[in-house]
């Protein structure tokens, strides 16, 4: 009975894909103090740090919107090592998870990007702006950036210094790299091998 769900095992070693780790969190939405306009021409920019080494493949941010049915659809994000530095790249894709209803009669929504790998290491700024809903870019809805106060350093462009919004980093840190397939089975057949002989040993 060990020896074939050993086996299974090393097969399933062998096809497990990586998983998007966490690379900076900026702490739990608040949606009950404040947000800041993503679009309309205003855009924000908060501070991170990933561990050296890293790619960034995901965004979430949790914002707030006056409507039900007209959400967030894309987003431009930049990634600088300066607030509102880098190059703009448009957000598309996005998974919207409605959280709640906060006091103010907001509608509060966790949007998820995913996107390709960007290589970075240490300390950067994240940026959004000209958010677009279904409605069109810039139409008739804003779209408010959920304040939570964080660890992170933010900024707003007309206002400057203000406190720090709601997001999560997620990607791929630095570490050892993964095994190949051929090294995990290697491993495997390698266990396969020693099980047998001491099951042998043990059969005298």
């Not at 607030?83 to 957000?91: C, K, V």
């Amino acid at each position: 009975m060990f020896f074939p769900l050993l086996t299974i095992l090393c097969v399933l070693l062998a096809v497990a894909p990586a998983m998007a780790d966490t690379l900076y969190s900026n702490g739990p939405y608040n949606g009950t103090t404040d947000a800041w306009t993503i679009n309309f021409g205003f855009s924000v920019s908060d501070a991170f740090s990933t561990p050296g080494g890293s790619q960034i493949g995901g965004l979430s941010l949790v914002y707030w919107d006056a409507s039900s049915t007209d959400l967030l659809t894309t987003v431009d994000m930049q990634i600088g090592s300066t607030s509102f530095g880098g190059s703009a790249q448009t957000l598309s894709g996005v998974t919207n998870t409605f959280l709640t209803t906060n006091q103010y009669g907001y509608n509060l929504y966790q949007a998820d990007y995913s996107f390709g790998n960007i290589p970075w290491s240490g300390e950067g700024y994240i940026t959004l702006s000209n958010a677009c809903s279904t409605s069109g870019c810039s139409v008739s809805n804003p779209i408010y950036w959920d304040e939570n106060s964080g660890r992170s350093t933010a900024y707003e462009n007309t206002t400057g210094s203000i406190p720090s919004e709601a997001f999560t980093l997620t990607g791929t840190p630095i570490g050892p790299p993964t095994p190949e397939p051929s090294s995990i089975l290697l491993f495997g057949s390698g266990i396969l091998g020693l099980v047998g002989i001491l099951r042998r040993k043990l059969g005298r």
